[in-house]
Every structure is written in structure tokens, then in C-alpha cells.
């Protein structure tokens, strides 16, 4: 299993985070290694990090968007401004100690999913500053928490961790709130991924046929999910 790629200027950014990061996982009996799993939602623009323990993931810590590109609805070209919404895995191969924008990974965009429907587009990141063209920045700051809590879980052994990316909160009231929407039957299709980890807190293995995601019911969870699924996406 390949380390997440690390350099001193990297080591130096999250051990700052370390130290600040401490009291809050300690408070929650949390501790840094622990698989990680992250949501994001466009509306109200946040992105969660979930770690797992005794068994299931338990939220840690609701971070703001600083800013994404784009409206509610999925990416579909390369340059068209608009950040995308789907089921992504993250590797240690995909963590950049070297980015531009101080920390960054790539949400492995565009996946099995995405590449089906001749959807292009490259580089799209999680990482820190405030601006975007289609990635999530974070700011500096935050950015280097969510990193060390990614680069930690990769490098404790999880061999990689999914990232979901979702327009808005898929509770019905939502949903009702935008029926109108072309992309009504692509959000339900998303919504199958969300309700299964509401239900169960568990991460669950995703692939795609016939042109959707399909959610699969033994609910595995994602330290992360086997290879066959890892690459399926």
C-alpha cells in the first residue's frame, strides 16, 4: 500500500493543524489515524469530516466552503466553471503537499460515472485559498486540518477514502424544493448514497451500470471499499 506523498513544508503546516486539533478530537475521544470519510454540500456550502469509531463514522467537524464554482447540478465539461456532484474516491497518490493553492487533493474527478456520459475535466481538488474554477477552496487555515486528518488516515493504512459530493442536503424538503429541476432524477440517484449512510453511518460501496450509480446492499464499509469498487468509480 503506497504512502500519501509528504514533504517538510507539509510536515510543518500539519503539525500547526496538530496542535490545534488536539482538544477537539480528544474531546470527542477521537484521535488522529481514524478512517475518514467527507461530505460536501454546495448549499449551504460546508464540507464534513467523518472519522470512523467502534464501528461506524461519527461527524467531527463541519468545515465552511470558502468558495466552489457553479450552481446546484453536476459538472459536465472541462472549463465550463461548475464544480461537480457525485461519488469520488480519494488514493494516496491523489494527496499534493505540492499545490499551488498551499494543501490539496484531488476528488478523482471524472469517475467510471462521469467519464460514461463523455463528461470532462481535470484537476478538480479540495484544497486551501478562496478561489475556485471548479474545485472546493477552504482557505489556508482550515485546509490544513482537513489534510492532516486525510493524510493521517491514509497514512495509519486506510487505503483510501470517499468523498461525496452532493448540491444541497437531500431531505425530502429539499428535494421538494427543487422538483422542478433538470437534474431531479440525477439528485434521487445521488440521494440513494445518502440515505444509505443516514440509515447506517456506514459508507456505502457504490458502483455504476446502466448509466446510474447503483448503491449496493451489503453497506461495506469504506477503510476504504475493496478494489473492484475503488477502481469501479
Known sequence: MAAPPVNERAREL??????????????????????IFIRIFKIPGTLEVWLQQDGTFQLFKTYPICSYSGFPGP???????????????????????NSQYHLSFNIGYPNSYDSSLDRTGSNIM??????????????????????????????????SFSVHVFPFVMTARNMFKFRSSPWLDFWNNLKEGYDAFEETRQVPAITVAEGRYQVLPDMRLALGAGKKDRESL
Not at 14 to 35: V, W
Not at 136 to 144: D, G, I, L, P
Request: glycine residues 12%; negative net charge; aromatic residues 8%.
Open 14 to 35: 500539519m503539525d500547526r493543524a496538530r496542535t490545534r486539533l488536539a482538544a477537539e478530537l480528544d474531546q470527542k475521544g477521537m484521535h488522529l489515524g481514524l478512517p
Open 75 to 97: 459538472k459536465l465539461h472541462e472549463g465550463d466553471w461548475q464544480s461537480p456532484e457525485g461519488f469520488y474516491t480519494v488514493t494516496p497518490e491523489q494527496m499534493n503537499p
Open 126 to 159: 479540495v484544497h486551501g485559498g478562496c478561489s475556485s474554477r471548479g474545485c472546493f477552496a477552504m482557505t489556508n487555515y482550515w485546509m490544513e486540518e482537513i489534510y492532516l486528518l486525510a493524510h493521517t488516515a491514509l497514512a495509519g493504512g486506510q487505503e
